[in-house]
T-cell receptor, first 114, second 116 residues
């Protein structure tokens, strides 16, 4: 049981390059999330997927796109990377419903855009 | 939208002593859930403790306990007998009962240093 996995762990891009961050969970969770973490700003939600087949914008969606490929996988794409997108990116998943379901996080991807 | 505030960017504690991290939140909901997450230098986010708002009893997990004051919208984390391994960034999080997809709100974190 791997939980939430993310690839890659580290990436350096040049301005204007594109890349896709991959995320997969094996806990059969309905909901998946992408966050970015910047110093002093905590975790900010980029996009989320409440269930397979749906995606919605979070607090900071500009410059990103997502795909919920199936129930397990939720990818984040940067079409034209900018230095402002230098950050640590976390994927998370959770169950939904009226219980104290917490989020489970992947190990993060440190992205540097030069 | 709900907001979560952690007013202490940095805290320090002597090994074996007790430290309390503060968290306040703003909400109009009556049912919700609160969490403390720990993020060590490895970056992995680890759940420390959870609290259901409808429960009056404060949650406890070994050396970690919370002081949940619903009326004051306060949710502090107490770490007793601090250990070197407790050094990390700690995030307070709020989970809304209402499902609009974006259920989770995080504070900006408190960096805890444990002094040997």
């Amino acid at each position: 049981n791997a939980g939430v996995t993310q690839t890659p762990k580290f990436q350096v891009l040049k301005t204007g390059q594109s890349m896709t961050l991959q995320c997969a969970q094996d806990m059969n969770h309905n909901s998946m999330y992408w966050y970015r973490q910047d110093p002093g700003m905590g975790l900010r939600l980029i996009y989320y997927s409440a269930s397979e087949g749906t995606t919605d914008k979070g607090e900071v969606p500009n410059g990103y796109n997502v795909s919920r490929l199936n129930k397990r996988e939720f990818s984040l794409r940067l079409e034209s990377a900018a230095p402002s997108q230098t950050s640590v990116y976390f994927c998370a998943s959770s169950e939904t419903g009226t219980h104290a379901y917490e989020q489970y996080f992947g190990p993060g991807t440190r992205l540097t855009v030069t | 939208a709900q907001t979560v505030t952690q007013s202490q960017p940095e805290m320090s504690v002597q090994e074996a002593e007790t430290v309390t991290l503060s968290c306040t939140y703003d909400t109009s909901e009556s049912d919700y859930y609160l969490f403390w997450y720990k993020q060590p230098p490895s970056r992995q986010m680890i759940l420390v403790i959870r609290q259901e708002a409808y429960k009056q009893q404060n949650a406890t997990e070994n050396r970690f306990s919370v002081n949940f004051q619903k009326a004051a919208k306060s949710f502090s984390l107490k770490i007793s007998d601090s250990q070197l391994g407790d050094a990390a960034m700690y995030f307070c999080a709020y989970r809304s009962e209402a499902w609009d997809g974006n259920q989770f709100y995080f504070g900006t974190g408190t960096s805890l240093t444990v002094i040997p």
